[in-house]
């Protein structure tokens, strides 16, 4: 089976700009959660969508929001970026009790 | 709210060494435990896991985890690493009623020296 994959891999953007980030689940796989690793704050639970609706949310500003299609496949959005929101995100997918995690996306604020 | 916590930022130890790294949780429920390592430049890999049943857990390249209930702990170890090892392992907790929200610990980067 193929692993999570997340598009695109690095992105630059500029304060105030919004960004969407996507990620597509192992085949089968319902539930896919979303992550922030950054040094200094490690690794935070955005949220995580199954069978298209959101399930949990994490201590996020409401600036981070997502969203998952029929097909599993889910985007992640940032609005009005910050410089703090430059980090590694990271998309886990699911089928019953263990996360797989995919290479994630390192977004640059500037 | 649960919290994951890890003694060691960071561990240097000699090819050979046993290796032991610290978890403590905060949880008065039910958990399920798991323990992820991030190789440089690659992405996060299951080490081991544990649901229930016999709290010594083995997961791949020669690692075992113990739950112990008591003391809200899930230590990691090894008995000889290589240095292929080195790498950041994280500890994760996840309340077995909600869904598939993790809380990682810090996370520990271990060196080993050839």
């Known amino acids: 089976k193929a692993g999570v994959t997340q598009t695109p891999r690095y992105l630059i953007k500029t304060r105030g700009q919004q960004v969407t980030l996507s990620c597509s689940p192992i085949?089968?796989?319902?539930?896919v959660s979303w992550y922030q690793q950054t040094p200094g704050q490690g690794l935070q639970f955005l949220f995580e969508?199954?069978?298209?609706?959101?399930?949990n949310k994490g201590n996020f500003p409401g600036r981070f929001s997502g969203r998952q299609f029929s097909n599993s496949r889910s985007e992640m959005n940032v609005s009005t970026l910050e410089l703090g929101d430059s980090a590694l995100y990271l998309c886990?997918?699911?089928?019953?009790?263990?996360?797989?995690f995919g290479p994630g996306t390192r977004l640059l604020v500037l | 709210a649960q919290s994951v916590s890890q003694h060691n930022h960071h561990v240097i130890l000699s090819e050979a060494a046993s290796l032991e790294l610290g978890c403590n949780y905060s949880?008065?429920?039910?958990?399920?435990l798991f323990w992820y390592v991030q190789y440089p430049g690659q992405h996060l890999q299951l080490l081991l896991k544990?649901?229930?049943?016999?709290?010594l857990v083995k997961g791949i390249k020669g690692f075992e985890a113990e739950f112990i209930k008591s003391k809200f702990s899930f230590n990691l170890r090894k008995p000889s690493v290589q240095w292929s090892d080195t790498a950041e392992y994280f500890c994760?907790?996840?309340?077995?009623?909600?869904?598939?929200?993790?809380?990682f610990g810090g996370g520990t980067r271990v060196l080993v020296k050839p």
């Open positions: 886990a997918s699911s089928g019953e009790e263990t996360q797989y």
């Open positions: 085949s089968g796989h319902r539930s």
């Open positions: 969508y199954f069978s298209e609706t959101q399930r």
């Open positions: 949880y008065g429920g039910t958990v399920n």
């Open positions: 544990y649901f229930s049943g016999d709290p």
């Open positions: 994760a907790v996840r309340p077995s009623a909600a869904g598939n929200k993790l809380t």
